[in-house]
């Protein structure tokens, strides 16, 4: 029984990563992109090769004090791990006192600033968004089956309606016993509906119906 939230979870989860494919796939752009540009502009700055003078010009920065140097554009999957860290605003801001130090040059900063405003602020909010919206509405609509209702001669529960034959939305029928009715998930579909609307329909009372009672007493 407790494990039934987590089974829930994992469940939506599944669900929704179809529908969110487009969004993630429009991410995934964004970050080859900029790691593309990345490696064009910065690729092989960042070194700890003695050899090279660049090494020595990010000593004694953050950067270095961190041990950032596997923050580099030297290829494309460090690219995509720099910009990994700056997509969940891992102190960014260390990121790029590096680059000062090997560009000579504040101008790396726009480079971060721009993956900053259209990486984060646009398109992983606009995901992030997506997912937790239709996460959401997956956790309603299965709360919605998983919930019992009671309409007129019929106990609704997800896509099942338990009535008695006897007597349905108020006219008599002369057949006894209690029956199930199961509703297609195809069915469902088919009035746009969810499936536990489409049930309540076919057992609520009508207007005309309710009138004839009121002419027969």
Same mark, same amino acid.
């Given at each position: 029984?407790m494990l ?5 979870i994992?469940?939506?989860s ?6 969110a494919?487009?969004?993630i796939m429009?991410?995934f752009?964004?970050l080859?992109? %900029?790691?593309?540009? !990345? /490696? ?11 050899? *090279? @003078?660049l ?5 004694g920065t953050?950067f270095?004090?961190n041990?950032?140097w596997?923050?580099n ?6 690219g995509?791990n ?7 605003v ?17 101008l790396c900063?726009l480079?971060?600033?721009? %993956?900053y405003?259209f !990486? /984060?602020?646009l398109v992983?909010?606009?995901?992030i968004?997506?997912?937790? *919206? @239709? ?16 309409v007129?001669?019929a106990?609704i529960e997800?896509?099942e ?9 108020g ?12 509703l ?8 746009s ?7 309540k329909g076919l057992f ?11 002419i027969h007493?």
């Amino acid at each position: 029984f407790m494990l039934k939230p987590f089974q829930l979870i994992a469940k939506i989860s599944l669900e929704i990563i179809p529908m969110a494919s487009h969004v993630i796939m429009l991410l995934f752009c964004i970050l080859y992109l %900029f790691a593309s540009l !990345g /490696v064009y502009l910065y690729g092989g700055m960042i070194t700890r090769d003695p050899n *090279n @003078a660049l090494s020595y010009m990010v000593l004694g920065t953050d950067f270095s004090e961190n041990d950032y140097w596997a923050n580099n554009f030297n290829d494309m999957i460090s690219g995509l791990n720099v910009l990994f860290n700056l997509l969940v605003v891992n102190n960014w801001t260390t990121e790029w006192i590096g680059y000062e130090a090997v560009t000579e040059s504040k101008l790396c900063r726009l480079y971060f600033l721009g %993956f900053y405003v259209f !990486g /984060v602020i646009l398109v992983n909010n606009v995901v992030i968004a997506f997912i937790v *919206n @239709a996460f959401i509405d997956g956790w309603d609509n299965q709360q919605e089956l998983n919930a019992q209702h009671q309409v007129s001669d019929a106990l609704i529960e997800g896509r099942e309606a338990v009535f008695n034959a006897s007597k349905i939305t108020g006219t008599a029928t002369f057949v006894s016993g209690t029956y199930i009715a199961k509703l297609k998930r195809r069915t469902a579909a088919h009035h746009s509906v969810r499936g536990v609307d489409v049930l309540k329909g076919l057992f609520t009372k009508t207007d005309s119906q309710s009138d004839d009672e009121e002419i027969h007493e």
